[in-house]
C-alpha cells in the first residue's frame, strides 16, 4: 500500500461519484443567441432569455400556474381517450407511443383543461402539451376542447386555448381530421353563449390545428418570435417556387398582416390578459343588464 492507493484513488473515486449526482440539464443554449443559460435564471425569467429576449418553450404545468391567481387552479377530467382506432403502425405501433408518451409526461394526452381564477374572476383554459407527441391532435385532444367549451359555458367564464401543436396526429388518420370541424363547434357553443374566447398563440401553431380553432378567437394574442402557420417554410417555397419574407410565419410578422391582435411578451402576458378578461367580462355584464331593463321594459 502507498499513497497512491491510500490517497489519490479514494480522492479520484470521491470526485466521479460526486459528478454522478449533478444534473444533466443544469444549462441549456438558448437557441437565439447561442448563450449558455442555468436553469434556476430560467426558471426565474419564465424560460425567456435573459441576453436576447428568446422565448424558450415552457412546459403546460408551469404555463398554467403563471397565469392563474397565485398559481391555482384545478384541472376537469376529460374523457379517457380512444386507444389506437386504426391499429396504426409505422416504425413503431402507435400505441406504444402512446403509452410511451403518457409514462414520459404523466398525461393521458396533449391537452390539459383547468379551471381557476384570473385578476379575481373565473377562467377556463384549455392548454397543449408539445412534450406529448408534439402536442398532435387527435381524438383526446378534441374531447379536451368540448370538455373546456362546456365548461366555460356552465361557469359562465372566458374560454382560453393555448396550442402548442405540430397540427393533426397522422397515427389517427381521419379521425384525427374530424377534430378540426369538432373544435370549431367548441367555439361556436362558447360565442352564442356571449362568452370571451382568446386564443394564445404559442411557438409553434402548425397545421390542422391553426387551421380550425387556432383563429377563430375574439382576440389572439402571441408571443414573440412564436411560429404560426399551415404548412413549413420549405414546403410552401418549394409550391410556389418563390422565395419568402424574411420572418414569415412569426408572429410579429402576423401582427404586421393583421392575423394576430398583440403580441405579447411572457413577463408582461399574465396582467395583459387578466385586464382583457375584465374588460370584456364587464361589458358581458353591463349588456346583461341592459337587456334585462329592455325585458322589463315591454322591450323598447
Known sequence: MNWITNFVRPKIKALIDSKKDVPDNLWQKCPGCESMLHHQELVKNLNVCHHCGYHLRMSVDDRL??????GQYQ????????????????????ADRLKDAQTDTGRKDAIVVAQG?????????????????????????????????????????????IPASGGARMQEGMI????????????????EAGLPYIVLLTDPTTGGVSASFAMLGDLHIAEPGAQIGFAGRR????TIR?????????AEYLLQHGMVDLVVPRG??????????????????GDAVKESGRKRNGGK
Open 235 to 238: 414546403v410552401i417555397q418549394e
Open 268 to 285: 408582461e402576458l399574465r396582467q395583459k390578459m387578466v385586464n382583457i378578461i375584465q374588460l370584456l367580462m364587464q361589458r358581458r355584464t
Open 176 to 191: 384525427s381530421l374530424m377534430q378540426m370541424p369538432r373544435s370549431v363547434i367548441a367555439v361556436e357553443q362558447v360565442k
Open 65 to 70: 400556474k403563471m397565469l392563474f391567481d397565485d
Open 117 to 161: 381564477m384570473m385578476g379575481g374572476k373565473t377562467a377556463v383554459i384549455a392548454a397543449f402539451n408539445f412534450d406529448f407527441m408534439g402536442g398532435s391532435m387527435g381524438a383526446g385532444v378534441g374531447d379536451g376542447l368540448i370538455t373546456g367549451a362546456r365548461l366555460a359555458v356552465t361557469l359562465k367564464a372566458p374560454f382560453i386555448v
Open 242 to 250: 418563390a422565395s419568402l419574407p424574411e420572418g414569415f410565419q412569426t
Open 75 to 94: 384541472e376537469a377530467d376529460l374523457p379517457k381517450p380512444v386507444h389506437d382506432p386504426l391499429k396504426f403502425r409505422d416504425r413503431k405501433k402507435y
